[in-house]
């Protein structure tokens, strides 16, 4: 039987192990992934962050420095026409490629195009025309000389060049058509870079905008109406033929050097055509790709009404371009990330130009652009490693050594236990050789109740002046052999108790009390193994202990007062540090201590169902003697 509960514990191990090795792989297979799921979201929203930190910069840079041109020509204008009696909208610029280059530089982007258009009303066109003719090769020639231009001459420009207002119309083939309805007109004026088209040289002077494009049409009219900046999307040249839908921005020009007079008149618009692709390009660093901004363009008065589909292209654009460290591409005219990471995003509004929708004329909408960033698989696919597997691995090659370890001790142990067996069954042997069974028998006895630690419990009647049976000795205990006693000629006995205890106790709740009594006889525990003192017993708030026994010793004497002292010290510790938790009064509580020296003391062992270490000629003067300065008379005590 006992051979094969070895076994069902040596299988129980062995699959305890076995299960704790696939939980804790378990484990730390889901651990690593999970860490490296919290990097691969918290870099993604280090680099979210940086790109729309730096993009929104770059817009309000641009929409600033858009202002202050509209500003500065408007102040120009003012001074050009009170020096030389010249009024709107016959002024030309001037320096414009200079002040045009360093607007486009500020824009963020690369090779965006600006262009100026005058409001020119319609008893002016002819006179307009005129003007026009007579100052094209005056800023062609400026442009030319500060651009360097090689490709092209200005004559082959002013060839180039429709000398009247015109518009491209679709019935007439795209042929110029002069505009020859009624009221005000925009031309295009002066341009940057001038007449350019990815080499080829295409010149917008003198074009309509009004009748050349219905959405800049509107834009004019919801500027007019705003007087402010608004925005559109428009397709926009990155390649030859190869367009990406962009934005179209209109900045109105208003003539007088007053910024803040209200009576204001736009003279002329600042029309600027640019991608936004740009405006994510050198944000990263090399090595951090795989980033997804979503420019989402909407009109809030239609947001969440249920038409987005039947949006115009002025109410709704969606654009989608990658980020890969500090290069961006255009991915295309839709939202294009994956939806797996769709509670990854990380949306801040782009570009609101802060309008009452409700003063734009009926149906129109100054867009908010939103950016929208996503991650994408290229980016968490670069924090997937194999630490993972690694990890795994070895965890179970920590346990399969750990097996390992256990089954070579196991082997061992049972080794040794054989040894051992044969070893007791040979000193059995030899012992019944030597000694008779019955006095084998006891000493066995004895050895396992030496071993037992069990708790009080009276074991013997109160009969007899001792409190003892006097046919004790004759008829032996229910285990069938007399108990083993011990004779000391001298001990010394110290008795501890607290004072104020009853007084202290009676207000406070039992587990406070046991925390006090446990604390300081934990204190005296450790007290009593340093100085070699013999605790006897604890009964309530007394501390019994003696010294000299059970190894008996000359100084016993001076080993209980030693001892006594250090536990009046050490009770005046334990009770100042448990006054944080137990009341201020505890440190009130004080040690009376007696320490008595016997003459003879008789130790002894009880060997009945319920083995138990006493000395009961201990604990009896304890009772008596705290009462009366005589000691009482030694009595019989048993271990």
């Given at each position: 039987r006992e051979d094969a509960n070895v076994l069902r514990a040596r299988f129980l191990v062995a699959l305890i192990l076995l299960l704790a090795a696939t939980g804790v792989a378990t484990a730390a297979n889901l651990l690593v992934k999970q860490q490296e799921r919290r990097d691969f979201e918290n870099q993604f929203v280090a680099h979210a962050k940086e790109i729309v930190t730096v993009s929104r910069s770059k817009a309000n840079q641009f929409f600033d420095a858009l202002d202050s041109f509209a500003s500065s020509i408007g102040a120009q204008a003012a001074a050009e026409h009170a020096s030389h009696n010249t009024s709107w909208p016959f002024y030309r610029i001037p320096s414009w490629s200079v002040q045009a280059k360093k607007l486009a530089e500020l824009t963020g982007v690369n090779d965006p195009t600006i262009a100026v258009a005058h409001i020119v009303q319609e008893a002016e066109r002819d006179q307009w025309n005129s003007f026009a003719a007579q100052q094209n090769p005056l800023w062609y020639q400026e442009s030319v000389n500060h651009e360097g231009y090689t490709d092209f001459t200005v004559e082959q420009l002013l060839q180039r060049t429709i000398p009247f207002i015109h518009f491209y119309d679709p019935i007439n083939g795209y042929q110029p058509t002069p505009v020859r309805g009624p009221g005000e007109v925009f031309p295009y004026f002066q341009a940057y870079p001038i007449g350019l088209n990815y080499g080829r040289p295409v010149m917008t002077t003198n074009v309509d905008i009004l009748n050349s494009s219905k959405q800049t049409e509107e834009l004019y009219h919801i500027t007019k109406e705003i007087r402010g900046p608004t925005?559109?999307?428009?397709?926009?040249?990155?390649?030859?033929?190869?367009?990406?839908?962009?934005?179209?921005?209109?900045?109105?020009?208003?003539?007088?050097?007053?910024?803040?007079?209200?009576?204001?008149?736009?003279?002329?618009?600042?029309?600027?055509?640019?991608?936004?692709?740009?405006?994510?390009?050198?944000?990263?660093?090399?090595?951090?790709?795989?980033?997804?901004?979503?420019?989402?363009?909407?009109?809030?008065?239609?947001?969440?009404?249920?038409?987005?589909?039947?949006?115009?292209?002025?109410?709704?654009?969606?654009?989608?371009?990658?980020?890969?460290?500090?290069?961006?591409?255009?991915?295309?005219?839709?939202?294009?990330?994956?939806?797996?990471?769709?509670?990854?995003?990380?949306?801040?509004?782009?570009?609101?130009?802060?309008?009452?929708?409700?003063?734009?004329?009926?149906?129109?909408?100054?867009?908010?652009?939103?950016?929208?960033?996503?991650?994408?698989?290229?980016?968490?696919?670069?924090?997937?490693?194999?630490?993972?597997?690694?990890?795994?691995?070895?965890?179970?090659?920590?346990?399969?050594?750990?097996?390992?370890?256990?089954?070579?001790?196991?082997?061992?142990?049972?080794?040794?236990?054989?040894?051992?067996?044969?070893?007791?069954?040979?000193?059995?042997?030899?012992?019944?050789?030597?000694?008779?069974?019955?006095?084998?028998?006891?000493?066995?006895?004895?050895?396992?109740?030496?071993?037992?630690?069990?708790?009080?419990?009276d074991m013997l009647d109160d009969d007899g002046p001792f409190g003892l049976d006097e046919t004790f000795a004759g008829r032996g205990n229910s285990m069938g052999s007399a108990p083993l006693a011990d004779l000391f000629p001298s001990v010394t006995v110290v008795f501890a108790d607290l004072v104020?205890?009853?007084?202290?106790?009676?207000?406070?709740?039992?587990?406070?009390?046991?925390?006090?009594?446990?604390?300081?006889?934990?204190?005296?525990?450790?007290?009593?193994?340093?100085?070699?003192?013999?605790?006897?017993?604890?009964?309530?708030?007394?501390?019994?202990?003696?010294?000299?026994?059970?190894?008996?010793?000359?100084?016993?004497?001076?080993?209980?007062?030693?001892?006594?002292?250090?536990?009046?010290?050490?009770?005046?510790?334990?009770?100042?540090?448990?006054?944080?938790?137990?009341?201020?009064?505890?440190?009130?509580?004080?040690?009376?201590?007696?320490?008595?020296?016997?003459?003879?003391?008789?130790?002894?062992?009880?060997?009945?169902?319920?083995?138990?270490?006493?000395?009961?000629?201990?604990?009896?003067?304890?009772?008596?003697?705290?009462?009366?300065?005589?000691?009482?008379?030694?009595?019989?005590?048993?271990?």
């Amino acid at each position: 039987r006992e051979d094969a509960n070895v076994l069902r514990a040596r299988f129980l191990v062995a699959l305890i192990l076995l299960l704790a090795a696939t939980g804790v792989a378990t484990a730390a297979n889901l651990l690593v992934k999970q860490q490296e799921r919290r990097d691969f979201e918290n870099q993604f929203v280090a680099h979210a962050k940086e790109i729309v930190t730096v993009s929104r910069s770059k817009a309000n840079q641009f929409f600033d420095a858009l202002d202050s041109f509209a500003s500065s020509i408007g102040a120009q204008a003012a001074a050009e026409h009170a020096s030389h009696n010249t009024s709107w909208p016959f002024y030309r610029i001037p320096s414009w490629s200079v002040q045009a280059k360093k607007l486009a530089e500020l824009t963020g982007v690369n090779d965006p195009t600006i262009a100026v258009a005058h409001i020119v009303q319609e008893a002016e066109r002819d006179q307009w025309n005129s003007f026009a003719a007579q100052q094209n090769p005056l800023w062609y020639q400026e442009s030319v000389n500060h651009e360097g231009y090689t490709d092209f001459t200005v004559e082959q420009l002013l060839q180039r060049t429709i000398p009247f207002i015109h518009f491209y119309d679709p019935i007439n083939g795209y042929q110029p058509t002069p505009v020859r309805g009624p009221g005000e007109v925009f031309p295009y004026f002066q341009a940057y870079p001038i007449g350019l088209n990815y080499g080829r040289p295409v010149m917008t002077t003198n074009v309509d905008i009004l009748n050349s494009s219905k959405q800049t049409e509107e834009l004019y009219h919801i500027t007019k109406e705003i007087r402010g900046p608004t925005i559109g999307f428009t397709r926009i040249p990155i390649a030859p033929e190869k367009t990406i839908l962009g934005s179209q921005i209109v900045q109105p020009i208003f003539d007088g050097a007053d910024t803040e007079a209200e009576d204001r008149k736009i003279v002329a618009i600042t029309g600027i055509g640019l991608h936004w692709l740009d405006y994510f390009n050198n944000v990263l660093a090399d090595g951090e790709d795989g980033l997804v901004v979503v420019l989402d363009s909407a009109c809030p008065s239609l947001q969440g009404s249920g038409d987005s589909k039947n949006l115009t292209n002025s109410q709704r654009n969606i654009i989608t371009y990658q980020v890969d460290g500090p290069r961006s591409v255009f991915l295309g005219e839709d939202d294009l990330h994956d939806p797996k990471y769709d509670n990854l995003v990380l949306s801040r509004t782009f570009v609101d130009l802060d309008i009452d929708q409700s003063q734009l004329p009926e149906g129109s909408c100054v867009p908010i652009l939103t950016l929208r960033v996503y991650p994408s698989a290229e980016l968490e696919d670069s924090f997937q490693t194999d630490n993972a597997i690694i990890y795994t691995i070895v965890v179970v090659a920590i346990f399969a050594f750990t097996t390992l370890v256990f089954l070579l001790y196991d082997f061992f142990v049972g080794k040794r236990q054989r040894i051992v067996m044969d070893r007791i069954v040979k000193q059995d042997r030899i012992v019944s050789d030597v000694f008779p069974t019955a006095i084998r028998d006891r000493l066995y006895e004895n050895q396992a109740k030496n071993m037992v630690t069990a708790g009080d419990a009276d074991m013997l009647d109160d009969d007899g002046p001792f409190g003892l049976d006097e046919t004790f000795a004759g008829r032996g205990n229910s285990m069938g052999s007399a108990p083993l006693a011990d004779l000391f000629p001298s001990v010394t006995v110290v008795f501890a108790d607290l004072v104020g205890f009853t007084a202290w106790s009676s207000a406070r709740e039992p587990q406070q009390v046991f925390i006090l009594l446990e604390t300081i006889y934990g204190a005296f525990d450790k007290l009593a193994y340093r100085h070699s003192v013999f605790k006897v017993e604890t009964v309530g708030d007394c501390y019994v202990a003696a010294a000299g026994l059970p190894e008996p010793s000359d100084d016993h004497a001076v080993v209980a007062c030693r001892f006594a002292r250090d536990c009046l010290k050490k009770m005046k510790d334990v009770t100042l540090k448990l006054e944080v938790y137990l009341g201020p009064d505890t440190s009130d509580l004080d040690l009376r201590t007696g320490i008595h020296r016997y003459g003879r003391e008789v130790n002894g062992c009880s060997c009945n169902d319920f083995p138990l270490i006493r000395s009961f000629t201990i604990l009896q003067w304890a009772s008596h003697s705290w009462c009366s300065a005589r000691a009482a008379k030694p009595l019989p005590a048993f271990w």
